[in-house]
C-alpha cells in the first residue's frame, strides 16, 4: 500500500488548503483512513478520520470546525480542507490507513497505533 499525500505549501493565517491522499493499488473501500500532523518537537497528534464504508467522521478539538474531512470515491483520495488556518496549524501532515477491514461502525479512531500504512507527508506552512 503506498499512500501520497499533496496539497500542502504555504498561507497566511485565515487562509485555506486542501490537502489530498491517494492510494496506490489499493482501495480505501471499507476501511479508516486518518490524517495526522506532526510539527518539530511536538507528538504526532491525530486531527481526522473517515469510515469508508458509512461516511462517519471524527475530529480533534483543535480543528473541529475548521477542517473537514471527504472521500472522493471515484478518484480514491481522502481529502481534508482546511479553512481558517491558524499558526499553530504549521506541521507535516500525514495520511494512514488501517488495513483490517471495517464496514459501518459507524465510528472511526484517530490513535495513530491503529493505523499500519502511512504516507510521507506534505508540509503545511501558516505564517503572515
Known amino acids: 500500500v503506498q499512500l501520497v499525500e499533496s496539497g500542502g505549501g504555504l498561507v497566511q493565517p485565515g487562509g485555506s488548503l486542501r490537502l489530498s491522499c491517494e492510494a496506490s493499488?489499493?482501495?480505501?473501500?471499507?476501511?479508516?483512513i486518518g490524517w495526522f500532523r506532526q510539527s518539530p518537537g511536538k507528538e504526532r497528534e491525530g486531527i481526522s478520520c473517515?469510515?469508508?464504508?458509512?461516511?462517519?467522521?471524527s475530529y480533534a478539538d483543535s480543528v473541529k470546525g475548521r477542517f473537514t474531512i471527504s472521500r472522493d470515491v471515484a478518484k480514491n483520495t481522502v481529502d481534508l480542507q482546511m479553512d481558517n488556518l491558524k499558526t499553530e496549524d504549521t506541521a507535516v501532515y500525514y495520511c494512514?490507513?488501517?488495513?483490517?477491514?471495517?464496514?459501518?461502525?459507524?465510528?472511526?479512531?484517530?490513535?495513530?497505533?491503529?493505523?499500519?500504512?502511512w504516507g510521507q507527508g506534505t508540509q503545511v506552512t501558516v505564517s503572515s
Open positions: 494512514a490507513v488501517d488495513l483490517a477491514i471495517s464496514i459501518g461502525t459507524g465510528r472511526c479512531g484517530m490513535g495513530a497505533r491503529m493505523y499500519d500504512s
Open positions: 493499488g489499493f482501495y480505501f473501500d471499507n476501511h479508516i
Open positions: 473517515l469510515s469508508h464504508s458509512d461516511g462517519a467522521t
